[in-house]
């Protein structure tokens, strides 16, 4: 910018104004009046709190605008709270507008870099020290120094091993076998075809093997079922997956592809099924192939067919892992 | 002299005998903070942070951060006999048996987002006005790092109580841990100790939310306000303000007052949230099962925007040798956060290296005056808020009575689209607006009086602007972009010839403004009237 033009100036600092409780004396005790009828309203407060704690019954319920139907022990238990912690508040910074200096200060900074000859000295010391320890001299020591730290990080690495076993074929296979038997859950009854009218949808689990009482969450993550009714007709699928499905009962994994959250919501009309995490949709009559949303694969589909007596079974395992993708999934 | 004030003088003696304390003292109770409703936004984190501690510590008297299966037999007669794990059944009984239990879960989880909401508002008011510059880029990054703690923390203290709603928020980071290439499903099962969702998680994450993070963040907490204690707060520019001076009011016995006050606010709203609104009502949502949802699950806020990339990520897959990449996890679950907030912890850096401003800021900057910073701001905040309400697609599709498709490939195109729009029309509008300060200086504030000349000609008598006014509207400073050599004096291009160009490119961006008004111009125009 040239010299001729001139800038604006700083007029600086403003005058101070005073304020009415500075210059007129029953301005100042009403203020004091002020913050001290906000710190009674405080302890006010307090004793509403004390006072609901213990004289007000859980099960009282009070009817207040907006709010409706409230418990009054929980209500007076937190607005007692409320207005104890709010009006001391209220009362200190009142006091420290009214009555407490207002005038503003001038305070200059100070440089946060240091002199030359202090940034110079502290190289020096640095060198000084670095070379009366003789890490330059002795790089033996220096060598042996890092590789001694570098593998001591290892060790908390080992330690942590233990957190858990590893993964094995874990991800990759279900409770699912031929001839199991598809439960209602909860219920753990067996289903017959005849129990699903054509819309219905059920959800089922593996039946429990004999002895057993017992679902861990891990099983139930990766076996739940969803059984859909549907017309025969109204399938659109190849020759292989339409012999999966049992008069027009199809099976599909309740675990969705995409990040295991289970895909409840089932639309009749459309014969949709929809993910409420990340709304991936999956049209039934296909097969479960994704038609919307970030899913990537179908669901797995669980062949079933009838036993001996009439139950729902399944007729193989899933053919592919179920739940979200991982590294060593094949496809 | 009083008995009191003996008794003072003594202990106060008897302490500096020992440390030396008086001379520190003296010099930081008269220290001097500037004044502006915008620099509580800190405060709020800060007391919501101790809010948080208190609450947090009331709560681990009777949480029982246990995945074993126990029989529920409380007070809360629709889950009566259900099983369920120790941890939900202990939240419930914090809810139901323990009397103050609920309001104070309530009050740490509302002073959880509240804390939130004040880290990312407190952010953007630094971002916007540059406080984060020389030589305040340490606490910048600090801040960033307490943004991302932040988030982890009240992630893992929402999926503590382990009912229907935060079990599917778990399930959610496990695909995302899974879905890591080579590595993803040993470090899930070491994570969960097994398969999904096994028994160690909830005991190993209440380790990490009520100790170790708590740990780090009064760590850096600490740092961050000795650092802004000792480099001195900034101050927005104003008569008598200087890049030299800091003008304000004493910490004692003013600021004391105020901040102390503030605390007390920040409670007593908190509190006042805890008593009349309810929040994470875990027992409608019943225990967790793998097998169950409920419709509309949704996390907190401030993982929304992390969830709503999720949701929009196309269906990409790819299988090649025998193994899986999820993109459609990776891309929106890491390597867009990766990107965002390492771009957000290096903007300092960036900023400096493309302007060339190497000095030390203790004056804000008015946002309009920093046109490309405050685009860029606006931009990566609607890239966010569109992933945000993506995050909520679900709701709002049906609240507003939208199909769900409409909503996600809205935000599938905009966010795209609409960032870089958000760019232009901010920095359109920043530009307008130093236009309109340059008018108010030159040629007053409009009256909206009308007189009629003799001629017969109406005019709007403008008034002259107080120079205080004046002043404000012109002491920020326009830098000159760079203009870094390219070639050499022989023509030939020199080696960093590329590098050079970019910088010149970006910093001709930044320093695209309307020249502000001098006394020259002034003192020109008033001749002409």
């Known amino acids: 910018m040239s010299n001729e033009i001139e800038l604006i100036k700083d007029p600086g600092l403003p005058a101070h104004v005073h304020r009415q409780a500075d210059i007129d004396p029953v301005a100042a005790a009403r203020a004091e009046r002020q913050v001290a009828i906000l710190f009674i309203l405080s302890a006010l407060g307090t004793l509403l709190l004390i006072f609901s704690y213990f004289f007000i019954s859980e099960e009282t319920f009070i009817f207040i605008p907006v709010l409706g139907q409230t418990n009054a022990h929980q209500l007076g238990l937190g607005m007692g709270m409320a207005i104890a912690l709010f009006c001391i508040g209220a009362g200190l910074i009142h006091w420290a507008k009214t009555l407490m200096p207002d005038e503003e200060v001038v305070a200059q900074r100070h440089e946060f870099r240091s002199e030359d000859e202090d940034r110079s000295d502290f190289v020096k010391t640095v060198k000084e020290g670095a070379a009366s320890a003789g890490l330059g001299r002795r790089p033996l020591i220096k060598r042996t120094l890092g590789a001694a730290l570098g593998l001591s990080a290892l060790s908390p690495l080992i330690l942590l091993r233990d957190l858990g076993p590893l993964p094995g074929d874990e991800l990759s296979k279900t409770s699912w076998k031929a001839g199991t038997r598809l439960v209602t859950d909860p219920g753990d009854r067996p289903l017959r075809p005849e129990d699903l009218e054509v819309g219905a949808v059920a959800q089922t689990l593996p039946e429990l093997p004999a002895g057993e009482d017992h679902r861990s969450l891990a099983d139930i993550g990766k076996d739940a079922v969803l059984l859909i009714r549907l017309r025969p007709e109204e399938f659109n699928l190849d020759a292989e997956r339409l012999s999966w499905t049992h008069e027009g009962i199809i099976a599909f994994s309740k675990i969705c592809s995409h990040m295991g959250c289970a895909v409840a919501l089932y639309e009749q009309q459309t014969k949709h099924l929809l993910c409420p995490c990340h709304q991936s949709t999956f049209d039934v009559t296909r097969a479960a192939k994704v038609i919307f949303g970030p899913a990537a694969r179908p669901l797995p589909q669980l062949a079933i067919t009838v036993d001996a007596e009439g139950y729902l079974v399944a007729q193989a395992p899933f053919n592919e892992p179920v739940g979200p993708s991982f590294w060593e999934r094949s496809s | ?529």
């Open chain 2, 1 to 529: 002299m009083t008995a009191r004030e003996r008794i003072a003088g003594n202990v106060a003696g008897y302490v500096d005998d020992r440390t030396g304390a008086a001379k520190w003292m003296k010099k930081n109770l008269t220290k001097v903070f500037p004044d502006h409703w915008s620099f509580l936004l800190g405060e709020i984190c800060l007391y919501s942070f101790v809010i948080l501690l208190l609450s947090g510590t009331f709560l681990t008297f009777w949480f029982d951060p246990s995945m074993k299966e126990v029989v529920y037999d409380g007070s809360y007669e629709p889950l009566k006999g259900l099983e369920m794990s120790a941890a939900y059944a202990s939240t419930l009984d914090i809810s139901f048996e323990v009397r103050g239990g609920l309001l104070m879960r309530q009050i740490h989880h509302w002073a959880a987002l509240i804390f939130m909401v004040g880290i990312v508002v407190h952010l953007l008011r630094v971002y916007f006005t540059g406080a984060f510059r020389k030589p305040r880029e340490f606490n910048w990054i600090i801040g960033v790092g307490l943004l991302t703690l932040g988030i982890v923390e009240g992630f893992l203290g929402y999926s503590l109580p382990d009912d229907l709603l935060s079990g599917t928020g778990i399930r959610i980071a496990e695909a995302i841990i899974q879905a890591l290439p080579v590595v993803g499903s040993y470090l899930a099962f070491f994570a969960f100790g097994g398969a999904f969702p096994g028994e160690a998680f909830i005991p190993r994450i209440y380790t990490v939310h009520v100790l170790l993070l708590p740990g780090i963040f009064l760590a850096l907490i600490t740092v961050h306000l000795m650092l802004v204690w000792y480099q001195k707060h900034t101050q927005f520019p104003g008569p008598g303000r200087t890049e030299k001076n800091v003008v304000g009011y004493p910490l004692m016995p003013v600021y004391m007052a105020k901040a102390g006050g503030f605390f007390f606010i920040v409670f007593g709203v908190t509190a006042f949230l805890g008593a009349v609104a309810s929040i994470n009502p875990i027992w409608l949502y019943g225990p967790y099962t793998p097998g169950q949802i409920s419709a509309g699950s949704q996390p907190d806020w401030y993982m929304g925007w992390l969830d709503g990339l999720v949701r929009m990520a196309p269906p990409l897959e790819t299988h090649a040798f025998g193994y899986t990449i999820s993109w459609n996890i990776l891309i929106p679950g890491l390597i867009l956060p990766g990107i965002m907030f390492t771009g957000l912890a290096l903007y300092p850096f960036i900023e400096s290296w493309a302007t060339g401003d190497k000095r030390e800021h203790h004056l804000l900057d008015r946002p309009r005056n920093a046109p490309n910073r405050t685009a860029i701001g606006a931009m990566a905040l609607t890239f966010t808020l569109v992933s945000l309400l993506n995050g909520g697609n679900d709701i709002i599709a049906t609240t507003f009575d939208l199909t769900i498709n409409q909503m996600m490939w809205f935000s599938r195109i905009g966010v795209i689209v609409l960032p870089p729009i958000a760019f232009v029309v901010t920095k359109r509008l920043c530009l307008s607006l130093q236009r309109a300060d340059r008018d108010l200086v030159l040629h007053g504030r409009e009256t909206g009086r009308l007189v009629r000349m003799p001629s017969g000609e109406f005019v709007e008598v403008h008034e002259p602007i107080s120079p205080e006014k004046a002043w404000l509207l012109t002491s920020h400073e326009q830098l000159a972009p760079l203009e870094l050599p390219e070639h050499d004096s022989a023509g030939v291009r020199r080696p960093g010839a590329i590098k050079n160009k970019i910088r010149n490119r970006i910093s001709r961006a930044n320093a695209v403004a309307v020249p502000k008004a001098t006394a020259t111009e002034r003192r020109e125009l008033e001749g002409h009237h």
